[in-house]
Structures are given as C-alpha cells and as structure tokens.
C-alpha cells in the first residue's frame, strides 16, 4: 500500500508541474505576439518558452510513466492495490479522463510548435486567438478533475 501512495503522490506532482506548463506557454506565445520587433525581448521569450516546453516535457513523461504503473501495476506488481482492470464495467470516466488528458497533450505539443515556428521565422497567430488558445487547458483539467473525482459512468 505504501508503495501505491507514493506512486500516486509523485503522479499527482508531475502532473501539476506539467500542467504549469501548459498553462504558461500559451502565455509565453501571446507576450511574443505582443513584444513586436524588440529582438532582445522576442529572443529571451523564446529562450523562456524552450527551457518551459523541455520541462513540461519531462514532466510530462514522468507523469505518464507513474500513471500507466497506476493504472497497470496490478497486473505487474504482486499486492499493488490499484485500479480494476478495463473492461470490468464501471471504467466509462476513465476513457472519458483518458481523452481530455490526449487533448491536453495536442494542445501542449500544438504550443510547442508555434514556438519552434517562431525560430524558423513563421508568424504566430493573433493575440486574440492566443488568447482563447490560452483557456482551452483550463476547461480541459476541469473536466479531467470532475471525472476522477465524481466517476459519473
């Protein structure tokens, strides 16, 4: 049990560190968009966004790492107390989790590559795009939250 709480603490961390860095990257794009031409401001943007979407990255991977032991460490470690295998009835939020988090990861790598784009000379889109861009996480984790939390179906 004791090995199933601490799997599950550390999931939990990485995955709000990875989260941080979904919230704060489409932030990091719309200050590009709105820093114009002053090259030494664009160029330490750029340099923020880099080292945030390689730690996201990490993050991400632990993340997902400690989370598929959750979910498939019954059939791996003897006595780990996890999550019923799929298919037992009742695992409908679990896809529907599942989904949002795929989501969630698109808009991440979607960031990412606006960023590169910025390196490669490509134009971003407009600050109001960004900005709506910028929401779209944040209703994503609701939902994931609500779904672990109330497991509805």
Do not use: C
Request: aromatic content about 12%; overall charge positive; cysteine-free.
């Amino acid at each position: 049990m004791q090995a199933y709480l601490w799997t599950k603490t550390f999931h939990l961390v990485f995955v709000m560190a990875w989260v941080a860095a979904a919230f704060y990257l489409p932030r990091i794009l719309i200050n590009l968009v709105e820093a114009g031409a002053a090259a030494d401001v664009r160029a330490r943007l750029v340099l923020m966004g880099r080292r945030l979407y390689r730690f996201g990255h990490v993050m991400l991977g632990l993340a997902l790492l400690l989370g598929l032991v959750l979910w498939l460490g019954y059939t791996v470690i003897p006595d780990f107390p996890t999550m019923a295998p799929l298919g037992s009835g009742g695992d409908g939020w679990l896809h529907a989790k599942l989904l949002l988090v795929v989501l969630l990861v698109v808009h991440f790598v979607v960031a990412g590559r606006w960023l590169k784009g910025v390196d490669a000379g490509r134009a971003l889109p407009s600050t109001k795009t960004l900005r709506w861009f910028n929401e779209i996480p944040v209703l994503l984790l609701v939902g994931v939250v609500w779904l672990v939390l109330a497991k509805p179906f």
